[in-house]
C-alpha cells in the first residue's frame, strides 16, 4: 500500500511517498501527479525516503510522470534514494533520465539553476 502526502515549498510541490511503490498501486502516484500539473505545478520533488520497496511497475510510474511533467515543460526531481532504487536507476540507465538529491533543500534550490 502507498500513501502520498502532498506538500508546497513555495512554487514547488513535494510528494512525500511512504509504503511499497509497486503493481496495483491504484493509480495514486499518476493522479497526484496530474493534480499538480492541473493546479499549474511544473516543479515536483518526489521524496522517497519511506519507500521500502519499489518493482518495475513503481519505475515505470516514475517514468510516466517525468514524461507528464516533460510535456508541460515542468520537471520530476527525485529525493532520497535508497541504495537498492539508485542501483535499479543505474542498471535501467534511467540514472541519466532523473535528476537525485540527498537533501531537499539543493532539490528545491535546483530548480532556480
Known amino acids: ?18 509504503g511499497k511503490f509497486v503493481l ?3 493509480g495514486k502516484f499518476r493522479q497526484s501527479v496530474a493534480s499538480s500539473i492541473e493546479g499549474g505545478g511544473r516543479k515536483l520533488i518526489v521524496n522517497l525516503s519511506k519507500v521500502n520497496y519499489m518493482d518495475s511497475s513503481g519505475l515505470g510510474e516514475l517514468i510516466s510522470g517525468h514524461l507528464a511533467m516533460q510535456q508541460v515543460s515542468g520537471h520530476l526531481k527525485l529525493l532520497h534514494l535508497n541504495e537498492r532504487m539508485h542501483d535499479l536507476l543505474i542498471i535501467t ?10 537533501s531537499e533543500a539543493a532539490a528545491i534550490s535546483s530548480f532556480a539553476a
Request: charged residues 30%.
Open 24 to 26: 496495483g498501486g491504484d
Open 1 to 18: 500500500m502507498l500513501n502520498i502526502h502532498e506538500r508546497k515549498l513555495n512554487d514547488v510541490t513535494v510528494l512525500d511517498l511512504d
Open 93 to 102: 540507465k534511467l540514472i541519466t533520465v532523473f535528476e537525485t538529491f540527498d
